[in-house]
């Protein structure tokens, strides 16, 4: 847990886990912004991240990634939802757990299989070949599992939850950290 309350909440975790979803409720209920990096690296690069994928590639898009992350954790009293990769550079990491409570929103494989394939064709890392998407997330998870869990403060397991109750259990764990 960090020294202090931090002033932002960041939520982490696979594609599918709900972290827009979640991130925009709980904004809500706080009374704080919302702050989506992904929406906000596709204002700045003028296409789909799918797009940006394709034309520049995994590497241009990561270095986005970490100049969009390192300016919004400037800011305070916002939900930040990530990308699924934003784990994968120390320094996304490290600014994100100076400036925020980390909040990993875990969810079974199956679960998360199931909700990417409700948006087909949104997640470049899991459409690009023939595996089926079950494959590709349990083989990614393998590697960013540790990597989202020793990036967080707290876990909040999002399987079979209605957002709504996901929301009230991380106010729940913020408020107690901090009183
Ligand atoms: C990615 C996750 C996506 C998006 C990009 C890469 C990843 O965001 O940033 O397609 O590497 O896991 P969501 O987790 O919001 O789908």
Redesign the pocket.
């Known amino acids: 847990m960090p020294e202090e309350m931090p002033g932002n909440i960041t939520l982490i975790?696979?594609?599918?886990?709900g972290?827009?979803t979640v991130g925009r409720l709980l904004a809500q209920r706080l009374g704080w912004r919302f702050t989506?990096?992904?929406h906000l690296?596709e204002k700045v690069v003028g296409c789909s991240?799918?797009t940006y994928?394709a034309t520049e590639g995994?590497t241009a898009?990561r270095d986005k990634?970490t100049t969009i992350l390192l300016g919004v954790t400037a800011g305070e009293r916002q939900v930040i939802?990530?990308?699924?990769?934003?784990v994968?550079r120390e320094e996304n990491v490290a600014a994100l757990r100076t400036s925020s409570l980390v909040v990993y929103l875990t969810t079974r494989p199956d679960v998360l299989a199931k909700r990417?394939a409700r948006r087909p064709g949104?997640?470049?890392?899991?459409t690009a070949g023939e595996e089926p998407a079950l494959t590709l997330i349990l083989r990614?998870l393998a590697t960013?599992g540790p990597l989202y869990q020793s990036a967080s403060h707290l876990l909040v397991d999002t399987s079979d939850r209605a957002p709504g109750a996901v929301v009230e259990e991380i106010v729940r764990r913020y408020q107690r950290e901090g009183s």
Request: aromatic share 10%.
């Open positions: 975790g696979f594609m599918g886990s972290k827009s989506d990096t992904d690296i991240i799918p994928f995994e898009f990634e939802a990530t990308g699924g990769g934003a994968l990417v949104e997640r470049p890392l899991l990614m960013r």
